[in-house]
């Protein structure tokens, strides 16, 4: 008899436990990795604006220079990251996979080819030197740059250069050109007198985008939560959207970076922002960039052939838009 109540009162206890275990985890915030990007920095309009909490979902956003972000992803420091579909790839084949549960924005001028004063087009870079973080996004953008114009990437001599380092190359003269998202590619605009973006993002919409990648398991484990998160979103671009709070949140977002709120807008209009029908549209499966699956092919195949991964990734693999169809369903 006192054998059977001491495994009773066992058995109790290490429910009890278990039961605890469970609320402590559920008690953790998500946490997302963010960066310098504006379909990024517009989640801090949902965070000072306290939407998250009105969806009633614990979020902590961590910032992060891009490249360490990533890191941190890999190394399951953090539940999700912001990254392009192509880094998204290039994470889960080396490291740590992730499903992409919501499209941020596509790139729309905001990722540039800048050249020196005397390099007007494209075609003006045939044997010449162009500085960029070799294998990155810039570089498929060069190549698809190239390709459009009838070069080939053996006409260029790349020059590794880190992202963050693109303007003082050009300034030194060591290279022709650059390859540089914002507010790095506006810096050498500014740096360099007379230089020019001759291509950008704007010019092949859709073949960078940007979107909330999470680790497969916190998917799993949590998605509900997730579902929030991504209702947060849609109610944080119609707050940037609304004529009546444009303004506010362009000032929260310039504050993030430490950048004078009309400059900031005017960086805006590079990114484009999806909302919800723009995810709609955008994670439906297709072969053009006007879907992120036709974009990520794109980017897969550059990766294998560029030797930053051997295998081919499965695509389908990294997007779930079933979070987004939910809400859509209800509206």
């Known amino acids: 008899m006192l054998f059977l109540r001491r495994s009773v009162l066992a058995v109790l206890l290490t429910a009890s436990l278990s039961l605890l275990s469970g609320v402590a985890s559920a008690a953790e915030p998500l946490t997302v990795?963010?960066?310098?990007?504006?379909?990024?920095?517009?989640?801090?309009?949902?965070?000072?604006?306290?939407?998250?909490?009105?969806?009633?979902?614990?979020?902590?956003?961590?910032?992060?220079?891009?490249?360490?972000s990533m890191d941190a992803f890999t190394a399951s420091k953090i539940d999700a990251v912001l990254v392009t579909n192509g880094d998204a790839l290039v994470t889960g084949a080396n490291g740590r996979v992730s499903t992409a549960i919501l499209l941020t924005d596509y790139s729309n001028g905001?990722?540039?080819?800048?050249?020196?004063?005397?390099?007007?087009?494209i075609k003006d870079l045939k044997?010449?030197?162009?500085?960029?973080?070799l294998n990155l996004v810039e570089n498929l953008m060069l190549v698809k740059a190239l390709e459009a114009n009838g070069l080939k990437d053996?006409?260029?001599?790349?020059?590794?250069?880190?992202?963050?380092?693109?303007?003082?190359?050009?300034?030194?003269?060591?290279?022709?050109?650059?390859?540089?998202?914002?507010?790095?590619?506006?810096q050498a605009l500014k740096q360099v007198a007379g230089s020019k973006a001759i291509f950008t993002s704007a010019d092949m919409p859709g073949?960078?985008?940007?979107?909330?990648?999470?680790?497969?398991?916190?998917?799993a484990a949590r998605r509900?939560?997730?579902?929030?998160?991504?209702?947060?979103?849609?109610?944080?671009?119609?707050?940037?959207?609304?004529?009546?709070?444009?303004?506010?949140?362009?000032k929260i977002m310039a504050a993030r970076v430490q950048v004078a709120p009309k400059d900031y807008e005017a960086s805006m209009k590079g990114t484009f922002l999806l909302d919800l029908p723009g995810n709609?549209?955008?994670?439906?499966?297709?072969?053009?960039?006007?879907?992120?699956?036709?974009?990520?092919?794109?980017?897969?195949?550059?990766?294998?052939?560029?030797?930053?991964?051997?295998?081919?990734?499965d695509i389908d693999t990294y997007f779930d838009g079933s979070l987004i169809k939910e809400i859509s369903d209800k509206k």
């Open 224 to 250: 509900a939560e997730w579902v929030k998160v991504v209702k947060v979103w849609i109610k944080t671009l119609a707050f940037i959207n609304d004529p009546k709070t444009h303004e506010e949140a362009v």
């Open 280 to 313: 709609v549209k955008a994670l439906t499966k297709g072969d053009g960039l006007d879907s992120v699956y036709g974009s990520s092919k794109i980017s897969d195949a550059f990766s294998v052939k560029a030797g930053v991964y051997k295998k081919a990734q």
């Open 33 to 68: 990795g963010y960066s310098d990007w504006p379909g990024w920095v517009a989640w801090e309009v949902a965070i000072q604006k306290g939407f998250f909490k009105d969806e009633g979902v614990d979020v902590a956003f961590k910032w992060f220079e891009y490249g360490p």
């Open 154 to 186: 053996t006409d260029v001599t790349l020059v590794n250069v880190p992202t963050n380092d693109t303007p003082q190359a050009l300034a030194a003269g060591g290279v022709d050109a650059i390859g540089a998202w914002y507010p790095v590619a506006g």
């Open 127 to 133: 044997g010449k030197k162009v500085g960029l973080e």
């Open 110 to 121: 905001n990722d540039m080819i800048v050249g020196k004063p005397g390099i007007a087009t």
């Open 207 to 219: 073949l960078i985008y940007d979107g909330l990648y999470v680790g497969r398991e916190s998917l």
